[in-house]
């Protein structure tokens, strides 16, 4: 007697491909994919919802600060502009001033200086305006009043406005003053210069409005909350006008957020990204008032703590539910592979099964399945053998045809081009057959290797005939004429795309071209019951008897690329591959009299009307 069949027995045969093994999987999946799927749930849904959260925040407070600075904007554009439409501004810069200035002028700067001191006092923000008369190199300052340029302190400014002042009307930048010569920190300014007078098209002055960065942050600080402490403001071009860190003003916003792609990004999505590790939530809207930008950078501390404390639980949930998913799929995959024992000790030990089985005794209902299971198993696979030969060899007469068909365009592209040639040698200037030669070679061209379908309807076929006949009609005036005689009935049956163009091709080069006269082609079609006949008639040249008992002995042969007529033989091999064996061309010609060829095609392909 062999030794019973165990358990490690069947998993050392069968492997991966035992029944337990694959049980055991199948249980360990079932058990433990809902966990993993419920756990990565959870996570995904607090990240959803914390971000959701952050992201409102974040955005509302970032709103404010925008609105704010608006308003600000908004007060400080006001002011400009009333300043530069104010006529003492106007006759500074438009009249011939000296300094010192007359009494009356001195009257005039007086009562500009009280009024720019005025706005530097109201707005706590401000850190002076200047207004430069540049006819009069005058510079009116609200802290210190009347100066010439060369004895002004401050001319960092000037530079830019003289490169700007004839492109723009008004642009902020960012800059940095010294306060006195020893002064290494510096003062750091957003400086807002619109050009002067308003009402005159030339302007030869400007009012610069000097904006202490320092107390504008404080102003914005105002009105953000403890979720943002990190604020960028950006002009047109991307460049920082303000930020808390002076050292990143005047840079590229780019250059400092690589990861943040704040070009492409939609307002008001909030982006992620990693800063030493370090995950921030950055956002930007766009100001309501001009083209700048407003970012704010948030990094997630708080969130990335609880998220840390979620996926460490969740991991130890998923240990402790593997360890569950293991002993559980053990007991059940035991439990099922126990009658699959027996059953196979049936198939593998018979003999010692008779001997502890005396007698006729009622198969079991789980033995019956295995042995029709292996016994469709084997027919199964013979039966795939079988369709999977069906097919390749329907696949590869499918690729034979394609092939036959592909033969066919460059012979008939060599003859086609050669008689352009002819004919753009004939003629000279202005319009003349060439175009239309080209526009027939065109649609021909697309006919032939834009398909999809090697089958085309027949009146689709006798369309790009047409053209070809056009070309060599362009080629051989005068030569031969063409006459059709096609029955409606046939119109929409299908043939083989290119079938009837070698035909005539091979009579009017073979057949009416070799002759001294004009020669005349006919291409006659009928229904003849479930088949549909087609005729290709020359009166050219003809063949000899001999050869045309050679060409359609050849003709029920397999298609041999060596040979002459490759034309002929090719579309009767297509015909013959597609359709069956009863199908394709038969030659009949007298020496001196013509040739006829004849296409029988099955009609049971019509193409059903739309």
Not at 17 to 28: A, D, E, G, R, Y
Not at 128 to 135: A, D, G, K, P
Not at 212 to 240: C, K, M, P, Q, W
Request: glycine content about 4%; charged content about 20%; proline content about 4%.
């Amino acid at each position: 007697m062999k030794k019973p069949l165990s358990l490690w027995s069947v998993i050392r045969n069968y492997k991966f491909q035992s029944v337990f093994f694959k049980n055991f999987i199948m249980f360990l999946l079932l058990i433990q994919l809902p966990i993993v799927g419920l756990s990565i749930g959870i996570y995904k849904l607090y990240s959803k919802t914390v971000t959701e959260e952050i992201s409102t925040v974040h955005l509302t407070s970032l709103s404010r600060v925008r609105d704010m600075v608006d308003m600000i904007l908004r007060d400080v554009d006001a002011f400009s502009l009333r300043i530069a439409s104010d006529q003492l501004l106007t006759d500074m810069l438009e009249k011939d001033m000296t300094y010192p200035p007359d009494y009356t002028s001195s009257v005039d700067m007086e009562l500009l200086f009280r009024k720019l001191k005025l706005t530097e006092i109201s707005r706590n923000f401000v850190h002076s305006v200047y207004l430069y008369s540049e006819r009069n190199q005058l510079l009116v300052s609200s802290s210190t009043g009347l100066w010439p340029m060369y004895q002004f302190a401050d001319h960092g400014w000037l530079e830019t406005f003289n490169e700007k002042k004839t492109a723009y009307k008004e642009w902020p930048f960012p800059r940095k003053i010294k306060l006195y010569p020893t002064d290494e920190q510096g003062l750091q300014l957003l400086t807002l210069i619109r050009t002067a007078p308003l009402l005159y098209s030339s302007k030869t002055g400007g009012i610069i409005i000097n904006i202490d960065t320092e107390r504008f942050g404080r102003t914005i600080n105002n009105v953000s909350n403890h979720y943002i402490d990190n604020i960028f403001i950006l002009d047109a071009s991307g460049t920082v006008l303000y930020n808390n860190n002076f050292n990143l003003i005047n840079q590229p916003i780019s250059a400092i957020l690589p990861d943040a792609n704040i070009v492409s990004s939609q307002p008001n999505e909030p982006t992620f990204i990693y800063n030493n590790q370090l995950k921030e939530s950055v956002s930007f809207v766009n100001s309501q008032y001009n083209n700048w930008k407003f970012i704010s950078v948030v990094p997630l501390r708080l969130y990335e703590e609880k998220a840390s404390y979620i996926r460490h639980f969740l991991l130890i949930s998923s240990l402790c539910s593997i360890v569950v998913s293991l002993l559980l799929a053990l007991f059940l995959s035991w439990k099922m592979f126990r009658p699959i024992k027996q059953i196979m000790a049936v198939v593998t030990q018979p003999e010692d099964w008779q001997e502890s089985s005396p007698g006729h005794k009622k198969v079991q209902l789980d033995e019956i399945k295995y042995i029709t299971a292996n016994v469709l198993s084997a027919y199964g696979e013979k039966q795939e053998l079988q369709k999977e030969l069906t097919d390749r060899l329907t696949l590869l007469n499918k690729a034979y045809a394609v092939a036959l068909q592909s033969q066919i365009n460059p012979h008939f592209m060599y003859n086609t081009l050669e008689s352009l040639n002819w004919q753009a040698l004939r003629l000279t200037g202005g319009e003349n057959q060439v175009s239309e030669m080209i526009v027939s070679l065109s649609k021909l061209l697309r006919f032939s290797l834009e398909g999809e379908d090697n089958l085309v309807p027949l009146r689709a076929e006798i369309e790009n005939c047409k053209h070809y006949i056009d070309i060599q009609m362009f080629r051989y005036p005068r030569k031969f004429e063409v006459e059709w005689q096609i029955d409606n009935q046939i119109d929409a049956c299908k043939i083989p795309r290119l079938t009837l163009q070698p035909l005539l091709e091979n009579a009017i080069y073979h057949g009416i071209k070799p002759q001294q006269g004009p020669g005349k082609i006919s291409i006659t079609g009928s229904l003849e019951g479930e088949t549909v006949s087609l005729q290709v008639v020359d009166d050219g040249m003809g063949i000899d008897a001999e050869q045309v008992t050679k060409i359609n002995k050849e003709l029920k042969e397999k298609y041999n690329l060596v040979s002459q007529h490759i034309g002929i033989k090719n579309v009767n091999q297509r015909i013959k591959l597609i359709f069956g064996e009863q199908y394709g061309l038969h030659v009949a010609s007298s020496q001196g009299e013509g040739t006829e060829i004849s296409i029988t095609l099955p009609a049971h392909t019509k193409i059903q009307s739309e």
